[in-house]
């Protein structure tokens, strides 16, 4: 249990229009910090008006790129409540993927109450228009002043939070994707599985590409075989074959554990729905569409939720999907996590944490 200190700022922010927020965009009023080094352990966590952070240009983290980060959000039921969706899910990846970068680890209850207690702190950031919620982004660096290479001796875990609307510009509305031959997001053996910052600087390029072409997204191909399909921007991604909903399966290792992917595989089993974690090559996919069999394709994410994809293209070939408009499987996936996450909806899973 930590015994975290609690500084209120004296200057509070102007709220931003909750109607029009985007993503990402906006800060909250305060932030949730904690130290690590080898003689005290993680101590002295704090929650301090949000602020620039102080740390040496030879920190390791500019250098090596030692770090991690989270995504999840905190919803406002409509009885005035405040809950989380499956927590515990994201609090494990965060321990994985310490582990895979040697970050020393966190107790998950600490990281727990240090979320939980952040958000309740600036509650009255929990934006309550249609689609939008509180992004919470937990984060490590390695901070010690070096240059050689090695696991840091000391961190900072930070929390910040963020009213947000929809990832996409195009909301729920379908995203036009370009797959990727040249650059690759991930490789067996690397840090595919894990949520580092590393992974989303190598997609940089191809994500550059695929806009400067018209594009809001790349389908990132395996990087051994390049034919597989691993994931989609920064989402995983479903397709509907006939009656069998395909994503890739997680066993390489080079494909982001998603909750949202988690909870889309349980729903749809709920509802009798066949689905198979599998290898899906794009070969088989394009085969599929011209036997007119690729009937939905959806990409899942926290931030994104469910983001519908109405074209799927590469430099020959080009895969209108559904006629360009939102499949009833993304629609019904779409309207059930969310309706749980905002409390709207039954929840039969248990996955949402009323902390408030
Ligand atoms: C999320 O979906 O929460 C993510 O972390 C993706 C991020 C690139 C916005």
């Not at 985007?22 to 080898?38: E, I, R, V």
């Not at 101590?43 to 030879?58: Q, T």
């Not at 109450?113 to 984060?139: C, H, K, M, N």
């Not at 072409?213 to 597989?228: E, T």
Request: glycine fraction near 8%.
């Amino acid at each position: 249990m930590l015994n975290i200190r609690k500084e209120r700022t004296s200057t509070p922010k102007v709220k931003p229009d909750y109607s029009n927020l985007g993503f990402g965009k906006y800060f909250t009023d305060h932030m949730f910090l904690m130290n690590y080094s080898t003689e005290k352990g993680w101590h002295d966590p704090r929650i301090v008006p949000y602020a620039p952070l102080e740390l040496e240009p030879s920190a390791m983290v500019f250098h090596y790129a030692q770090e991690m980060f989270e995504g999840m959000k905190a919803y406002k039921t409509p009885d005035g409540g405040v809950q989380l969706f499956r927590p515990m899910k994201n609090i494990e990846r965060m321990a994985n993927t310490n582990d895979r970068l040697c970050i020393p680890q966190i107790p998950n209850e600490d990281v727990l109450q240090a979320i939980t207690e952040t958000v309740l702190f600036d509650e009255d950031w929990i934006p309550t228009t249609v689609g939008t919620s509180l992004y919470i982004r937990p984060f490590i660096i390695a901070t010690d002043p070096m240059l050689g290479v090695h696991p840091s001796h000391t961190y900072i875990f930070c929390i910040i939070l963020s009213p947000v609307a929809a990832y996409y510009a195009e909301g729920i509305n379908p995203v036009k994707i370009f797959i990727e031959r040249e650059y690759v997001r991930a490789v067996k053996g690397g840090t595919g599985y894990a949520k580092v910052g590393g992974n989303y600087a190598a997609s940089l390029k191809g994500q550059e590409k695929a806009n400067a072409l018209g594009y809001s997204q790349v389908l990132w191909l395996d990087g051994i075989n390049r034919k597989y399909i691993d994931e989609v921007g920064a989402m995983n991604v479903f397709f509907v074959i006939g009656d069998e909903v395909i994503t890739p399966a997680l066993d390489e290792g080079n494909i982001l554990p998603g909750v949202t992917r988690a909870s889309c595989i349980e729903l749809l089993k709920s509802w009798g729905v066949k689905v198979s974690e599998r290898r899906l090559s794009v070969d088989e996919l394009y085969e599929a569409y011209d036997k007119g069999e690729l009937k939905e394709a959806f990409g899942t994410g926290t931030a994104a939720v469910i983001s519908p994809i109405g074209s799927l293209d590469d430099e020959t070939k080009k895969a209108v999907i559904n006629d360009g408009k939102i499949g009833a499987i993304s629609q019904r996936l779409y309207d059930t996590l969310t309706g749980i996450q905002w409390g709207t909806v039954a929840d039969p899973f248990g996955w949402t944490v009323k902390i408030k």
